[in-house]
């Protein structure tokens, strides 16, 4: 706006421009720090929930084994559990940042998809502890996946309220003095203009 002709107009648009952008900054500000609260949250669930998911994944490996070895290989069961199409994803807005939220119907362990003919306990095992690494690994990818678009909103937000305050709004500043010094000189020409007809009558 560096080139905006020095008229009383022009500065009360330049100082209503003005705190529009302060008013920007403040909420771009507000959003920053309340989106930085929300991934502090997240990153603590997650932490938590990935040391949940090694000790379940462990646990779970060391079943199928077992169950490998009682039974000599499990590839009929394997082929034949189901398929699970419950999994949906839904999103909450946090700040206008839309969070992945994900569901699935939880399974029933009581009732077990294969027969008991050829199988072990140790394969039931197994089963119900890969459920439990489903479950988990749902959580975890909801989690993940909200800790990535919050800091990337962050960031954008960080950048926009950078601009406004490093660039802006010192532009809008530098606006006003200069257009409030034109008009100041202006009015002092004026004044002596007004004062030399004085003199002449």
Known sequence: MANLPPTKGNL??????????ETGFDL???KRNI????????IDSAAELQNRIDETF???????????????????????MPIDDSVKVRYRSVMGVELPTVTASPADTSVLPYGFLGTTS???????????VKELTLELAELENGIYRLAYYIKKA????????????????????R???????????????????????
């Open 12 to 21: 009360i648009a330049v100082k209503r421009s003005r705190d529009l952008a």
């Open 28 to 30: 771009m500000d507000k």
């Open 35 to 42: 989106l930085i609260h929300e991934l502090m949250t997240l």
């Open 58 to 80: 462990t646990e779970a490996y060391h079943a199928m084994r077992l169950a490998s070895i009682s039974m000599g290989g499990f590839e009929d069961v394997a082929a034949a």
């Open 122 to 132: 140790a394969l039931d095992d197994a089963y119900k502890k890969f459920i439990k």
């Open 158 to 177: 960080q950048k926009r309220a950078n601009a406004l305050h490093n660039i802006v709004i010192p532009n809008l500043d530098s606006d006003i003095v």
């Open 179 to 201: 257009i409030g010094e034109a008009l100041e000189e202006k009015e002092r020409e004026e004044f002596v203009r007004l004062k030399v007809i004085k003199a002449k009558k």
